[in-house]
């Protein structure tokens, strides 16, 4: 399938069910509707300057103050300066705030100069009750939680993050230390809790399965708690990969078998007899941190509603070739205005992606194209 029409497939999930977070929880989910205001901002006239307010130019007399947090304002006269704090409420009559700079004091009188409005925050200036300020599919972000506050939310309606279950095949896998000859360092395992944690997913901890039917059967069986099953490894036609296999026997329905793409191909998307996807990851580890990218990234943000919010298009440096038929997945690196490969970047490797800004998404016989940019996690 053409790496494009493999992004959309995982794309067309249905997002989940939705729920309301205190606004102090909701970090990182996807909004399932709009941020509106619930108030005028500001939600009173108010000064924005500490200072005098004053109901028209001066001299002005000394008639009391006003402080922050008061919610009575009282009023002032013509010929009054009425001491005022920034943020709190101007006092009826209210022409100016003049600031403690621009004031000089002679004869108990006060002097400076008057302009009309000046240092007012009126009422709704900064925004009206029932605005949208935030579109739905929005990620709530650290500012978005001070802003939906500001405007007087305690909760917020979000999309449940999907819980992703995490199976790593491969007898040749080892959890820690060297590696050495037959034995290979699980490198997926590591990298995914944290890349799918970054597009809204929550990960279990990583589950080792034996390269075995009837182990993988029983791990994708046991996943039950999950919204989504990530198996990595198995995805190829070896003797020990068994995923395909495993899914047929199970009538699971293959969205996506193998993508017309380089590296990543054998990576897959499926449903399971419950309707939940399952995505193959293949084994090397590039290859599968294109394939989460390919198919993985966009189901999670599907899955929460989440507004896509690509990496951009952008020139990349000639150097680059293209595959004839196959799509090129390329890791680089911004260097002024061109983007550049960082190299290092062959299948089992995920050095250069370590080292990348991004992956560059190079189509089949490109000559020079802007190409597409896949945005990679930056902690
Ligand atoms: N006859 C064919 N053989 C292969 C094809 C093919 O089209 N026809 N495709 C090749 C490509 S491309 C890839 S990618 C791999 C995919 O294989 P699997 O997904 O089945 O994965 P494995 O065979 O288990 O492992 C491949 C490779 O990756 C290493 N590996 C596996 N898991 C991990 C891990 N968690 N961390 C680090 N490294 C891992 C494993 O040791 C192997 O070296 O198939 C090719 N073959
Ligand atoms: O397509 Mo494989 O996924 O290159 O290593």
Redesign the pocket.
């Known amino acids: 399938m053409p790496w494009r029409l493999a992004r959309a497939m995982a794309a067309a999930a249905t997002p989940l069910d939705v729920l309301d977070l205190p606004v102090e929880d909701a970090g990182g989910a996807v909004l399932a509707g709009p941020v509106r205001a619930r108030a005028d901002l500001p939600a009173f006239d108010a000064a924005a300057m500490d200072g005098y307010a004053v109901a028209g130019p001066g001299p002005w007399r000394p008639a009391g103050r006003v402080l922050a947090g008061r919610t009575a304002p009282g009023e002032v006269g013509t010929g009054e300066a009425v001491e005022i704090g920034t943020g709190a409420p101007v006092p009826y009559g209210t022409r100016a705030v003049v600031p403690y700079e621009a004031v000089t004091c002679a004869d108990g009188r006060l002097h400076g100069p008057f302009e009309s409005g000046r240092h007012i925050r009126r009422r709704g200036e900064d925004c009206r009750a029932d605005t949208k300020v935030v579109p739905a599919g929005s990620v709530v972000t650290p500012v978005v939680q001070g802003l939906a506050a500001s405007v007087g939310h305690d909760l917020l309606r979000v999309r449940r993050r999907p819980r992703v279950a995490v199976l790593?095949?491969?007898d040749?896998?080892t959890f820690s230390g060297l590696p050495g000859v037959g034995r290979?360092?699980?490198?997926?395992?590591p990298m995914l809790p944290g890349l799918i944690d970054w597009v809204g997913g929550r990960a279990a901890p990583p589950v080792r399965v034996a390269?075995e039917r009837a182990s993988l059967a029983t791990a994708i069986a046991d996943a039950e708690e999950a919204d989504v099953v990530v198996v990595?490894?198995?995805?190829?036609?070896?003797a020990?990969?068994h995923?395909r296999a495993v899914l047929r026997a199970s009538e699971a329905e293959f969205l996506v078998e193998g993508v017309a793409c380089?590296?990543?191909?054998?990576q897959l998307l499926a449903r399971l007899a419950d309707g939940r996807p399952v995505v193959?990851?293949?084994?090397?580890?590039y290859?599968?941190l294109v394939a989460a990218l390919t198919l993985l990234a966009p189901l999670l943000g599907a899955l929460t509603g989440r507004l896509t919010a690509g990496g951009g298009w952008v020139r990349l440096d000639s150097r680059v070739t293209a595959h004839p038929v196959d799509t090129r997945v390329v890791a680089v690196r911004r260097d002024g205005a061109k983007v550049v490969p960082v190299g290092r970047d062959r299948?089992?490797l995920l050095w250069g992606a370590a080292l990348a800004d991004a992956l560059a998404v190079v189509p089949p016989g490109w000559r020079g194209e802007d190409v597409e940019l896949l945005a990679l996690p930056s902690r």
């Open positions: 790593v095949t491969g040749e896998l290979v360092r699980d490198a997926i395992g390269d990595c490894g198995s995805s190829s036609r070896g020990a990969d995923l380089r590296p990543g191909h054998p193959g990851l293949p084994g090397n580890p290859a599968a299948p089992g």
